[in-house]
């Protein structure tokens, strides 16, 4: 199939085109207006005095007008563009907020989480979305979708990381339109007694009773949170071991509620409402019932985002089977879909989520039928054992660059996950609305539960088996953004041969195999010639990370506690050797010596030459007298302190006019040498 023949192919990698352009450069509202204006009065022109043109003109200028819509979108969906945003009023001082709830998230040790939008400040009615973290009391009760609270607070940025290479939370919610939060104690706010309500509102009270009716039945505790993530999206019941097996068994799609569950379900409804077909108007009346039934099942799994996305483009691909033309589904179905909804949400093109789930649907349009031209067996079972692989093989292809840049690690066994799974997952979500449909009446029978349970309890445990076979889970895989790219250009000339060999697709897919080795190479020789040295911040911990070429040493207070970060560290930096050392109190660094000061070493010899002085854990010391006998170029202050120690430090350094390093505000400090 060849991709760009579509239309629909060519003005969506224009609106991604701009769509990026409008997102790194931070073109000025007027400026991305005037250029769709007159993009869009260029192409008016042409079209009405210019017809006789050639057609290639017109299509160029149909591009750069999607290319200015794309970057109009994105800057349109910036929060300092928007007049009735939060952001644009005073930030710095208590207001009045109302927030309402818009959707609940999975909390962590220390507070309950929640999206909320904001609908005023004192008496200003504004819009936008922050963070909201509500610290977790028991006498409290838990904050739902639709709620809405008062409270006389003050909004505070989304934080960025403070070590290197660490998860950037900041940018994650920035890309869902998130750029500010806000804490709350359970006496820090007003619950109105009256809250208008929503869709998703009423969606997420569905859901909530439906998942209190099947805790009333007999399901075991991992079970329940299973069927919970299956059927209903919800993964906050999920154990962690269960998380983890999923994940390492190349599974995890099967609990994330999203376009596979969806189009399951529209197979299984396709196939048992072919009777009407048989009716006068019968394919319309199945097409509108199934698209109903599709997105009533998406209300009661909480109209979440990926359901949303979803059931969307499963409506599309409803329309294209009745349709019956097998050249739209592509067209129609996939593109036109990810056209419109990039069109409506601009900044979804930076979520992982649409990335997996819109690189899967792609590759197993693309790819999937032509694996089956290659084999097409006589007997059933192998038949539909060959379509499973297929489209297990397609689309891990699409999403094997995207895992690896995100995720770092790669499930050997997925395939075999698939062929064990897969085949049961229309009967097992058939099953379980089933199990909910009944649990709604109230005429749920135990026999039934107990036979899902034990279905759910059987899938879980061989994902667990297949799970422990560790020698087939690569871990720690080193993929940058330059790989990624190189990654795609390698899959899509490979598909390219595969489809029509030619002496010109063979030599650019050589090309992208060679700069992708290339690449690595030039990673690993300016590895060989690196050293560097981080004083990271870990809370109530100390911890320094010494970078030899591609060894690396930790030292630290804690290993368990600076694992992450320097695990972290070692896959962004392509590290082959990491080793975990107890931290010294003195290191020479590129001749000149750094030394740690902590509460068990609070003195040095007078006139000590120190180039660099470390405090940590608090050291109860006078910090003036000290700095008159050691001289030391600067001080570096790390999460292990007391914060009253760090502002008293930072005072006196500020008074000797000596530079003064906190890790909680600044980040990380780096040495780097090449």
Same mark, same amino acid.
């Given at each position: ?224 949170g299973v069927i919970q993530a299956l059927l209903l999206g919800q993964r906050n019941e999920i154990t962690a071991e269960i998380d983890t097996d999923y994940k390492d068994a190349g599974a995890y799609h099967i609990l994330a509620l999203s376009g596979l569950h969806i189009g399951i379900l529209l197979g299984l409804l396709h196939f048992l409402l072919s009777p009407l077909e048989i009716l006068q108007k019968g394919r ?67 979520q992982v989520g649409f990335q997996l789930s819109y690189a899967a649907v792609f590759a197993i349009v693309w790819i999937y039928p032509l694996l089956q031209k290659l084999w097409n067996p006589q007997y059933w079972i192998i038949k539909k054992s060959w379509e499973l692989v297929s489209v297990s093989i397609a689309a891990q292809l699409g999403v094997f660059p995207i895992s690896l840049f995100y995720f770092h690690h ?22 379980? +609305? ?85 690449? +690595? ?154």
């Amino acid at each position: 199939m060849r991709l760009l023949q579509f239309t629909a192919v060519k003005l969506t990698l224009c609106l991604i085109g701009g769509i990026l352009i409008g997102y790194y450069l931070h073109p000025s509202l007027p400026l991305s207006f005037s250029i769709t204006i007159a993009s869009l009065l260029l192409l008016g022109v042409v079209f009405v005095y210019y017809r006789k043109l050639p057609t290639f003109l017109f299509a160029l200028f149909t591009g750069l007008l999607t290319i200015a819509i794309g970057i109009f979108s994105i800057v349109l969906s910036e929060s300092h563009n928007l007049g009735r945003h939060y952001s644009q009023q005073n930030l710095d001082i208590n207001r009045g907020y109302t927030l309402k709830i818009r959707e609940v998230l999975k909390a962590n040790g220390f507070s309950d989480r929640y999206v909320a939008h904001v609908k005023s400040m004192d008496s200003l009615k504004v819009s936008g979305k922050i963070l909201l973290n509500m610290s977790t009391d028991s006498s409290i009760r838990s904050l739902k979708v639709d709620d809405e609270i008062l409270a006389f607070t003050t909004l505070y940025p989304i934080t960025p990381p403070l070590n290197p290479h660490q998860f950037n939370y900041k940018k994650y919610l920035s890309n869902i339109g998130i750029r500010h939060q806000v804490k709350l104690a359970g006496n820090d706010y007003y619950l109105m007694p009256q809250a208008s309500e929503t869709i998703f509102g009423i969606a997420h009270k569905i859901r909530d009773y439906i998942i209190q009716n099947l805790k009333k039945e007999d399901f075991g505790a991992e079970e329940l949170g299973v069927i919970q993530a299956l059927l209903l999206g919800q993964r906050n019941e999920i154990t962690a071991e269960i998380d983890t097996d999923y994940k390492d068994a190349g599974a995890y799609h099967i609990l994330a509620l999203s376009g596979l569950h969806i189009g399951i379900l529209l197979g299984l409804l396709h196939f048992l409402l072919s009777p009407l077909e048989i009716l006068q108007k019968g394919r319309t009346i199945k097409l509108v019932v199934i698209v109903l039934l599709l997105w009533a099942f998406a209300l009661l799994a909480g109209l979440s985002a990926s359901i949303l996305r979803a059931t969307t483009m499963f409506t599309f691909v409803a329309y294209a089977l009745y349709l019956n033309r097998p050249t739209s589904h592509f067209n129609i179905l996939a593109l036109s879909l990810f056209f419109i909804l990039l069109l409506l949400d601009p900044l979804l093109l930076f979520q992982v989520g649409f990335q997996l789930s819109y690189a899967a649907v792609f590759a197993i349009v693309w790819i999937y039928p032509l694996l089956q031209k290659l084999w097409n067996p006589q007997y059933w079972i192998i038949k539909k054992s060959w379509e499973l692989v297929s489209v297990s093989i397609a689309a891990q292809l699409g999403v094997f660059p995207i895992s690896l840049f995100y995720f770092h690690h790669f499930p050997g066994l997925f395939l075999i996950s698939s062929l064990l799974i897969l085949p049961f997952l229309t009967f097992i979500l058939g099953f379980g +609305i089933l199990v909910i449909a009944l649990s709604l009446t109230n005429s749920l029978p135990p026999v039934v539960v107990a036979i899902y349970d034990t279905v759910i309890r059987w899938m879980n445990s061989i994902i667990g088996l297949v799970a422990q076979q560790e020698n087939f889970l690569f871990k720690n895989i080193s993929f940058d953004a330059i790989q990624l790219i190189l990654s795609y250009g390698i899959i899509i000339t490979m598909v390219t041969v595969f489809i029509k060999a030619s002496y010109k697709r063979v030599v650019v897919f050589l090309v992208f195999v060679l700069c992708f080795q290339s690449y +690595i190479l030039g990673i690993r020789h300016l590895a060989e010639n690196k050293e560097s040295l981080v004083i990271g911040h870990i809370v109530r911990n100390s911890v320094l990370i010494h970078q030899t070429g591609q060894k690396l040493t930790v030292f630290s207070t804690n290993p368990k506690a600076t694992a992450r970060m320097a695990n972290d560290y070692a896959i962004a930096q392509n590290i082959i050797d990491l080793q975990h050392r107890p931290i010294k109190n003195s290191y020479l660094i590129g001749g000149k010596r750094m030394v740690i000061l902590d509460s068990s070493n609070m003195g040095l010899p007078i006139n000590y030459e120190v180039s660099t002085l470390v405090l940590t854990q608090s050291p109860k010391i006078n910090l003036e007298r000290l700095l008159d006998s050691i001289a030391p170029d600067i001080v570096i202050a790390d999460g292990s302190n007391y914060k009253s120690y760090i502002s008293r430090w930072k005072a006196t350094c500020h008074k000797k006019k000596l530079p003064f390093h906190d890790t909680g505000e600044k980040g990380a400090f780096l040495y780097t040498w090449q």
